[in-house]
């Protein structure tokens, strides 16, 4: 049985991790390496850093920083923020990433997740998808959830999937940070359209939210932020936990 992912996901900004709710209200939650470094201590599969601003401020992901995390850590690492070229991925690759996470590059420039597959391999191309609820249908918003696009959250799913993704990131907008748990509907239906993983994301607050996601939904992965970063759930408990629900993880 493919055993499931937990995973801790660093948002950063001017090289500090942040959390915000709803992608807005941002607060500090410490230093990036530290957090890295007690992640894999305490048993995280894999861990994700988004730098927030880079595609709102123009400029690439802080390459120095990815370099000196990579130094630190042993375990899978994807790395996203304003990555909009094969050439941005290469930086990122050289300076440890295992995957790059690609969202409203992808969006402007649909080739641009079958150009990053056709150089490193599918296995290195994680679209994230931002969803948001407009008129009652999930659409693909951009730019750190900014801005609403007119992509059918399901429809964009399998256009990149035939592009060459290796992996979905989808966060959904209306449950991030909110703690109430995460989109059980929408997850399960994407998961069970696509044939390539997806990891949840957006509304973690209980351990048994984690369990839900598995239990009720294809996701092979489930991230969170906020209740890893301030201690709220520690990971060796979660994963104990899970475990006596008969969902196969890591230990």
Not at 40 to 57: K, N, P, R, S, Y
Not at 135 to 155: I, Q, S, Y
Not at 223 to 238: R, T, Y
Request: charged fraction near 25%; aromatic fraction near 6%; include cysteine.
């Amino acid at each position: 049985m493919l055993k499931k992912r937990i995973i801790p996901c660093l948002d950063i900004k001017d090289g500090e991790t942040v959390k915000g709710v709803n992608f807005v209200d941002i607060r500090s939650a410490g230093d990036p390496i530290e957090l890295a470094k007690r992640y894999v201590q305490e048993g995280a599969d894999e861990l994700v850093f988004l730098d927030i601003t880079a595609t709102v401020e123009g400029r690439k992901t802080f390459a120095e920083l990815v370099e000196q995390i990579a130094h630190e850590i042993n375990i899978p690492f994807t790395v996203g923020g304003g990555i909009s070229s094969v050439e941005d991925a290469t930086v990122l690759v050289k300076a440890g990433a295992d995957k790059v996470s690609i969202n409203s590059a992808a969006v402007r420039r649909p080739e641009l997740v079958k150009e990053i597959a056709d150089e490193f391999g599918s296995q290195f191309v994680v679209v994230a998808i931002d969803a948001g609820l407009v008129e009652n249908e999930w659409k693909v918003f951009v730019k750190g959830g900014r801005e609403a696009t007119e992509l059918d959250v399901h429809a964009w799913a399998k256009q990149v999937e035939e592009l060459g993704a290796g992996e979905i990131l989808l966060t959904s907008m209306a449950n991030d940070g909110t703690k109430s748990g995460f989109a059980l509907e929408l997850t399960g239906k994407l998961a069970e359209e696509l044939k390539i993983p997806i990891i949840a994301s957006g509304g973690a607050g209980s351990m048994e939210h984690f369990a839900e996601v598995f239990e009720q939904t294809k996701a092979t992965g489930a991230l969170a932020a906020s209740v890893f970063h301030f201690g709220e759930i520690p990971i060796p408990k979660l994963k104990q936990f899970l475990e006596t629900k008969n969902i196969a993880v890591r230990i």
